[in-house]
T-cell receptor
């Protein structure tokens, strides 16, 4: 079955720096990969989706890359702000084209002023 | 507010009690998903509906878990004879359907079984 690995340790960075989060997966290559943000006590909020035929996607200060050879996605937040502090979840679509997602365990980002 | 809503937000049950968790998806969303999230972990898939049809229930942990969406809108997740290991946050998400894009999540119901 598909296994997704994200950095289990919290990532602490200084305000203004670029945060880079990693998502590695095993087994099959997904048709698409999504990144979500989750704040304590809240449900995940969608950030970006990247499809298997795309190498890179950008949205404002966010950038996602997708390397199907390495089976890895990188999520970058440039010019990070304390408000970016949250848990970031990587999710892959499951086989069968149902929209069902398989999530990683998430990486907690702490941006210090 | 046109987002996904869930109720109750918090539920405390004694072991052995039955509970019912409600999800109101975004109007018009065809697909509805239930996930279970343990502390410090990512959400884990429980079950999936397309309109009123439950197309995948492979993630339900046991036959004590039952979900329905009788009219293709509101969904209820029922847990019978709750156990301590059922304590978790239960998340509901909806999306428009094919092509599959973002899922819209509700705030979750935190279930604590004593």
């Amino acid at each position: 079955s598909q296994k997704i690995e994200q950095n289990s340790e919290a990532l602490n960075i200084q305000e203004g720096k670029t945060a880079t989060l990693t998502c590695n997966y095993t087994n099959y290559s997904p048709a698409y990969l999504q990144w979500y943000r989750q704040d304590p006590g809240r449900g995940p909020v969608f950030l970006l989706l990247i499809r298997e035929n795309e190498k890179e996607k950008r949205k404002e200060r966010l950038k996602v890359t997708f390397d199907t050879t390495l089976k890895q996605s990188l999520f970058h937040i440039t010019a990070s702000q304390p408000a970016d502090s949250a848990t970031y979840l990587c999710a892959l679509d499951a086989p069968g084209n149902t929209g069902k997602l398989i999530f990683g365990q998430g990486t907690t980002l702490q941006v210090k002023p | 507010g046109a987002g996904v809503s869930q109720s109750p937000r918090y539920k405390v049950a004694k072991r052995g009690q039955d509970v019912a968790l409600r999800c109101d998806p975004i109007s018009g969303h065809v697909s509805l998903f239930w996930y279970q999230q343990a502390l410090g972990q990512g959400p884990e898939f429980l079950t999936y509906f397309q309109n009123e049809a439950q197309l995948d229930k492979s993630g339900l942990p046991s036959d004590r878990f039952f979900a329905e969406r009788p009219e293709g809108s509101v969904s209820t997740l029922k847990i019978q004879r709750t156990q301590q290991e059922d304590s978790a946050v239960y998340l509901c998400a909806s999306c428009e359907g094919e092509p599959y894009n973002e899922q819209f999540f509700g705030p979750g119901t935190r279930l604590t079984v004593l």
